[in-house]
T-cell receptor
């Protein structure tokens, strides 16, 4: 089964509003949870990450929260801007039997002007 | 500049052709990965390598093969391309002590 589920698959928000993307994972051994942003035609790039010994991390307009008990983590973007439009991927490092990160299916974030 | 490079950026070929997608990184990373990204944008791990002479299959079964003869180079080969191989292929790398993954710009493969 899936190691990480991501919701929603598409999110449309008005410019200036906040956006929240949520992921759930199943492996208690996971201890690293990054978020990647992929703009159209470009490579995925790491925008923020969190480890399991921390509950929240902020970097300017973006923040990530982690609830280890419930096994879910979320990306929060405040004061959204047109350049925030992209596909966002959550990931975790349980590996699922293989090394590396396991990614969610992605969320297409659309910022409406 | 330290980066991870993929060539070609776009490739259109006919069915049955043999192709090699190139991936090189100048960051001194020991671990390298190939992901296949489908039109729905989902990323699937197809191959990875811990270092020279190490290659492993990922979660998604793939008819492609990889090699790791040099630390910086991790090419992916398809012996006989088919339309079902049409996809974007992303190479990635990281240093063993860190979980931060760096991606190349990808190769968009179209098999006619």
């Amino acid at each position: 089964g899936e190691n990480v589920e991501q919701h929603p698959s598409t999110l449309s928000v008005q410019e200036g509003d906040s956006a929240v993307i949520k992921c759930t994972y199943s492996d208690s051994a996971s201890n690293y949870f990054p978020w990647y942003k992929q703009e159209l035609g470009k490579r995925p790039q790491l925008i923020i990450d969190i480890r399991s010994n921390v509950g929240e991390k902020k970097d300017q307009r973006i923040a990530v929260t982690l609830n280890k008990t419930a096994k879910h983590f979320s990306l929060h973007i405040t004061e959204t801007q047109p350049e925030d439009s992209a596909v966002y991927f959550c990931a975790e490092n349980s590996g699922g039997g293989a090394d590396g990160l396991t990614f969610g299916k992605g969320t297409h974030l659309i910022i409406q002007p | 500049e330290a980066d991870i490079y993929q060539t070609p950026r776009y490739l259109v070929i006919g069915t049955g052709k043999k192709i090699t997608l190139e991936c090189s990184q100048t960051m001194g990373h020991d671990k390298m990965y190939w992901y296949q990204q489908d039109p729905g944008m989902e990323l699937h791990l197809i191959h990875y390598s811990y270092g020279v002479n190490s290659t492993e299959k990922g979660d998604l079964s793939s008819e492609s093969t990889v090699s790791r003869i040099r630390t910086e180079h991790f090419p992916l080969t398809l012996e006989s391309a088919r339309p079902s191989h049409t996809s974007q292929y992303l190479c990635a790398s990281r240093v063993g002590a860190s979980e931060k993954l760096f991606f190349g710009s990808g190769t968009q493969l179209s098999v006619l």
